[in-house]
């Protein structure tokens, strides 16, 4: 009994099992710890929103914290770009009402620029200049607020972009937090 339990602990085996969970980040964890961190100090950004978007991406299994914040500018890039087809869609109305048709113009602006300017944050991150990056991030992050509030300065009028603005804010907000984690470590 006592040499079974003393050769366990000398086989290859045990030895593996203690280098592994005493690695601390596998990769999976890796995405958990990372949206831990971000949910805890970025108010409106759930952890199940974080885990489920990054996740979403393959490459989220195996990434380091840089390499998730590439994949989360992705998933970003996506989500600005569908945005600024969903209110070209809109605009093609006939019959929009003229307030509701001046706001989609400006949120078609907003996202427009919004598409090069996060171009710009992911050299620039590559480059591991995070914090040029971060204020790109920043003013990526006022598109989807400035976009909804302007429908709300009209009663009775809703925005037909609120589900979108949302996601756009939360994954903004998600690579926001990504970009300073890298940063203070560096
Ligand atoms: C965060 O969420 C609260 C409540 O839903 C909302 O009032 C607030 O405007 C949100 N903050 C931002 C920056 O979107
Ligand atoms: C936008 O982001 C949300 C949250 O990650 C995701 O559920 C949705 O599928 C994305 N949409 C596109 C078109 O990328
Ligand atoms: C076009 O806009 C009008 C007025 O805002 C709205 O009632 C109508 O449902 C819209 N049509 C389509 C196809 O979205």
């Known amino acids: 009994m006592i040499s079974t339990f003393s050769l366990f602990f000398l086989s290859p085996l045990f030895v593996i099992l203690v280098s592994s969970s005493s690695h601390g980040s596998t990769p999976h964890n890796m995405v958990q710890e990372t949206c831990k961190k971000c949910a805890a100090t970025t108010p409106n950004l759930s952890y199940s929103f974080c885990v489920s978007s990054l996740e979403s991406d393959d490459r989220s299994r195996s990434a380091n914290l840089h390499r998730l914040g590439l994949i989360s500018m992705d998933l970003l890039r996506h989500n600005l770009t569908s945005t600024r087809r969903e209110v070209k869609k809109l605009l093609r109305n006939k019959t929009l009402d ?9 949120c078609l602006e907003l996202y427009s620029d919004a598409i090069p300017t996060l171009k710009e944050c992911k050299r620039e991150y590559k480059q591991k200049r995070f914090s ?3 204020v790109k991030v920043s003013s990526i992050m006022e ?3 400035t976009c909804e509030d302007g429908f709300h300065e009209k009663q009775g009028v809703g925005s037909p972009l609120t589900k979108s603005n949302k996601n756009v804010f939360q994954l903004a907000a998600l690579t926001l937090s990504i970009v300073n984690m890298n940063m203070h470590l560096q």
């Open 143 to 145: 598109a989807p607020s």
């Open 132 to 134: 040029d990056a971060n």
């Open 98 to 106: 003229g307030f509701v048709k001046v706001r989609l113009d400006d």
